[in-house]
């Protein structure tokens, strides 16, 4: 039944099935994340600099409710300008499938078709986390509990600087899941190398990485893993500059009563605006930053799995 759903792109499949290295990519930063054509300039850069580290790209989305492996560079086009794409998360798909609608895949649905697919490296900007005022209001992020229960490992600049990112690091122990940071001891708050929190592991090099991911899964300890990867020095932004940024914007989003899953976009244009557009441009290249690690990571579990 799930080949009426699902929809493996031709390269992607042959990969795959030859055991070589392949790496999931989002599509809410195409439909959601970016402006018009930085979006589709992204994307398209983000897969070509993981067929330049080895490994084959799939952009994940659904598209006339059909899940999609492996976009076409014609398909993330189109994605990059449809409106009434429908942002989803587990909750979503089988609405969105049923009524055959587009959506944009957030972590969490990525996750869960990257999985379906047989894909164990998983490239993204940010995790989502708990949301600030979370004690009044329980808005947590779905991703947060797919790290726990699917087995995909998740290379992004660690927890969105808009979110709680203490209470986002105790839910992550609390459900089991390792927070693992690449060269570094320290969380990164995506637009910054500094968060002021600790990692569980740090680790230093792709194999280092790819063995204990491997353990992990061999032991049958079920659940992804967050692979912190700072933004580049001369990209990161001064802490002092995007936590103020993030407080007003938090402020504006609470007077104009956004909540749910209208949060996060709302406030990262909020930041790009209050920022001169700096964010933006430190939001592309943590991605194509993390596209690199997340490459090599998938090259050298393929060579460990064969």
Request: charged content about 25%; aromatic content about 6%; proline content about 4%.
């Amino acid at each position: 039944m799930l080949k009426a759903y699902l929809e493996i792109n031709p390269e992607v499949k042959s990969a795959l099935e030859a055991g070589k290295p392949v790496v999931a990519l989002e599509s809410t930063i195409i439909s959601h994340g970016m402006p018009y054509p930085r979006n589709v300039e992204t994307a398209l850069k983000v897969e070509e600099i993981v067929r330049q580290g080895g490994a084959v790209p799939a952009t994940i989305a659904i598209l006339n409710g059909v899940l999609k492996v492996g976009l076409t560079k014609e398909e993330v086009e189109y994605l990059g300008q449809a409106k009434n794409v429908v942002k989803a998360s587990r909750r979503d798909i089988p609405f969105i499938a049923a009524k055959k609608l587009d959506g944009a895949t957030t972590v969490a649905s990525t996750m869960i078709i990257a999985a379906l697919a047989g894909i164990k490296v998983f490239v993204t900007g940010g995790i989502g986390g708990v949301h600030r005022g979370a004690q009044e209001t329980f808005d947590i992020s779905a991703d947060l509990m797919e790290f726990a229960k699917t087995d995909v490992a998740v290379v992004c600049a660690g927890a969105k600087s808009i979110l709680d990112i203490g209470l986002t690091l105790e839910y992550l122990e609390t459900q089991g899941v390792p927070v693992v940071g690449y060269k570094t001891e320290e969380l990164p708050a995506f637009y910054t190398r500094k968060s002021g929190y600790k990692v569980d592991y740090r680790v230093d090099s792709a194999l280092e990485l790819a063995q204990a991911i491997k353990c992990k899964w061999d032991l049958e300890l079920t659940g992804g893993v967050v692979i912190a990867n700072p933004i580049p020095e001369e990209y990161s932004m001064d802490y002092d500059t995007i936590t103020t940024a993030i407080e007003g914007a938090v402020m504006e989003a609470e007077k104009n009563g956004i909540k749910g899953k209208e949060t996060t976009p709302f406030l990262l244009s909020k930041i790009k605006d209050i920022t001169e557009g700096k964010s933006l441009d430190a939001n592309i290249q943590l991605v194509y930053n993390n596209a690199r690690v997340g490459t090599a990571l998938a090259v050298e579990l393929a060579k460990l799995y064969k």
